[in-house]
């Protein structure tokens, strides 16, 4: 069994910055997806790193401002976010799997998802 836990979203004015955690119980994991979902939007990846090479991808529109590193012993990764947008304002979730680098769309059938953590980016 698998426990996603996200923390550190918040209120953010436009152009500013916060760092979100994701904690993982459970092993057999090599990958750490983010994604989000804005209200009334379906779910959509954000980011994708390897766990083993500690590589990642992003969506175009956060490339740049976006990035999502490993975590440590305790914290499976990160995803930091710089010079943010009131259109990244979303429930952010992370989990053992990654969007599609083309696409970037939402994964189906995953049963793991958490309770995400709230970005709100507003003057």
């Known amino acids: 069994q698998v426990q996603l836990v996200e923390s550190g979203g918040g209120l953010v004015q436009p152009g500013g910055s916060l760092t979100l955690s994701c904690t993982v119980s459970?092993?057999?994991?090599?990958?750490i997806g983010w994604f989000r979902q804005a209200p009334g939007k379906e779910r959509e990846g954000v980011a994708c790193?390897?766990?083993?090479?500690?590589?990642?991808y992003y969506r175009q529109s956060v490339k740049g401002r976006f990035t999502a590193s490993r975590g440590n012993s305790r914290v499976a990764a990160y995803l930091e976010m710089h010079s943010l947008l009131p259109e990244d304002t979303a429930v952010y979730f992370c989990?053992?799997?990654?969007?599609?680098?083309?696409?970037?769309?939402?994964?189906?059938?995953?049963?793991?998802w958490g309770q995400g953590t709230q970005v709100t980016v507003s003057a």
């Open positions: 790193v390897s766990l083993i090479l500690g590589t990642s």
């Open positions: 989990a053992t799997v990654c969007p599609n680098s083309q696409d970037m769309a939402q994964v189906i059938d995953y049963d793991y």
């Open positions: 459970g092993s057999g994991y090599l990958a």
